[in-house]
């Protein structure tokens, strides 16, 4: 009898501890979650995290908040993030480069890849060449003979340092033979504003930042660095079309929670971020703004996350890339 009242006691003494943070995870959400985007607003993370945010307050019933929190190369907003409470009150809509290649970049980065759990990925966007108006070019093969015929005098906007955009144009410069000068921004809206005023002569970036200057002509696009054309932008070739074979990028936009955040949560954030990919309302709008959607589990997107970390870490050292 004695022994059985020491078991029921401490049961009850452990039920007694883990049933707040049961009964807190059986009630997220309870109070707004803030969606931290680590850029400036107008670019492709913005976007994307626009996209979703405004569906998952109506899915978990409760206001999700996005806080652009730019600067630092993407590692402000991220470092806010994997310094955040693991609750599921604070979430960081990445962006790939920012992930995947500031490790490598970045002797003393304030955070690392493993401060975090992948949640679900938001979209991937394969990169898009783009050079301005005032360029005397219509293709990709007369803009390599412009560049060649002006080497270092043409110049190429990123979304900063490191950024896939710097690292594109590294790659184009050696693919196609060239010379031409990075200059890095803080985020790919004041990257594109100096690209479309004609500061600038081109960039390689992600559909979403680009795509209504694509369409009203206020940018040509010379080519999709992917390996099939995409259906939004049917008429824009892929750079083996356009006579550089070998020459593709991806970019992508994904949800990540601190390390740590309790599996229901993150399961719960899966399921409301997957759901609301499958509408046609965000496939069609996606598709217009020239992204894939993918429906992974918070495993696959670990998994992924993961592999992009040590492939652009390689890519980095090869080439011996730095910031500037």
């Given at each position: 009898?004695q022994r059985?009242?020491?078991?029921a006691l401490s049961?009850a003494v452990l039920a007694?501890?883990v049933?707040p943070g049961?009964h807190?995870q059986a009630?997220?959400p309870d109070?707004?979650?803030?969606m931290?985007?680590?850029?400036?607003?107008g670019?492709?993370?913005?976007?994307v995290?626009?996209l979703?945010?405004?569906?998952?307050?109506q899915e978990?019933?409760?206001?999700?908040i996005?806080?652009?929190?730019?600067g630092?190369n993407?590692?402000?907003?991220?470092a806010?993030?994997?310094?955040?409470k693991?609750d599921?009150y604070?979430?960081?809509m990445?962006?790939?480069?920012?992930h995947s290649?500031?490790?490598?970049?970045?002797?003393?980065?304030s955070?690392k890849p493993e401060?975090?759990?992948?949640?679900a990925m938001g979209?991937?966007?394969?990169h898009?060449?783009?050079?301005?108006?005032?360029v005397?070019?219509?293709?990709?093969?007369?803009f390599?003979a412009y560049a060649?015929a002006n080497?270092g005098k043409?110049?190429?906007?990123?979304?900063?340092?490191?950024?896939?955009p710097?690292?594109g144009?590294?790659?184009?410069n050696?693919?196609a033979g060239?010379d031409?000068?990075h200059?890095p921004?803080k985020?790919?809206?004041?990257?594109?504003?100096d690209?479309?005023?004609?500061q600038?002569?081109?960039?390689?970036v992600?559909?979403?930042?680009?795509?209504?200057?694509i369409?009203n002509?206020?940018?040509?696009?010379?080519?999709?660095a992917?390996?099939?054309?995409?259906?939004?932008f049917a008429?824009?070739?892929t750079?083996?079309?356009a006579?550089l074979?070998g020459y593709?990028l991806?970019?992508?936009?994904a949800l990540f929670?601190p390390?740590?955040?309790?599996?229901?949560?993150?399961?719960?954030?899966?399921?409301a971020?997957?759901k609301i990919a499958?509408?046609d309302?965000v496939?069609?709008?996606?598709?217009?703004?020239?992204?894939?959607l993918?429906d992974w589990?918070p495993?696959e997107?670990?998994?992924?996350?993961r592999?992009?970390v040590a492939g652009?870490?390689?890519v980095i050292?090869?080439?011996?890339i730095?910031?500037?």
């Amino acid at each position: 009898m004695q022994r059985r009242r020491v078991i029921a006691l401490s049961a009850a003494v452990l039920a007694a501890a883990v049933a707040p943070g049961a009964h807190a995870q059986a009630g997220y959400p309870d109070k707004p979650i803030t969606m931290v985007v680590p850029a400036p607003p107008g670019g492709g993370t913005d976007l994307v995290a626009r996209l979703y945010a405004d569906l998952l307050s109506q899915e978990l019933g409760q206001q999700v908040i996005v806080d652009n929190k730019g600067g630092g190369n993407g590692n402000v907003g991220t470092a806010i993030v994997a310094r955040a409470k693991p609750d599921g009150y604070t979430l960081l809509m990445q962006y790939s480069a920012y992930h995947s290649a500031n490790p490598a970049l970045v002797k003393e980065l304030s955070w690392k890849p493993e401060d975090f759990t992948g949640v679900a990925m938001g979209a991937i966007a394969p990169h898009v060449i783009v050079i301005a108006k005032k360029v005397p070019a219509d293709d990709l093969k007369s803009f390599i003979a412009y560049a060649k015929a002006n080497p270092g005098k043409l110049n190429y906007a990123s979304v900063g340092a490191g950024s896939v955009p710097h690292l594109g144009g590294v790659m184009l410069n050696k693919a196609a033979g060239i010379d031409l000068v990075h200059v890095p921004y803080k985020g790919a809206g004041p990257a594109t504003a100096d690209l479309v005023a004609g500061q600038v002569e081109l960039m390689v970036v992600t559909p979403p930042s680009v795509s209504a200057h694509i369409r009203n002509g206020n940018l040509k696009a010379l080519a999709l660095a992917s390996d099939k054309r995409h259906p939004a932008f049917a008429d824009i070739p892929t750079t083996a079309e356009a006579g550089l074979a070998g020459y593709t990028l991806d970019g992508w936009f994904a949800l990540f929670a601190p390390a740590g955040t309790p599996q229901p949560i993150v399961d719960k954030l899966n399921a409301a971020m997957r759901k609301i990919a499958a509408t046609d309302q965000v496939r069609q709008r996606a598709s217009q703004l020239g992204t894939v959607l993918v429906d992974w589990s918070p495993a696959e997107m670990d998994a992924f996350a993961r592999k992009e970390v040590a492939g652009w870490g390689k890519v980095i050292r090869d080439n011996n890339i730095t910031i500037d």
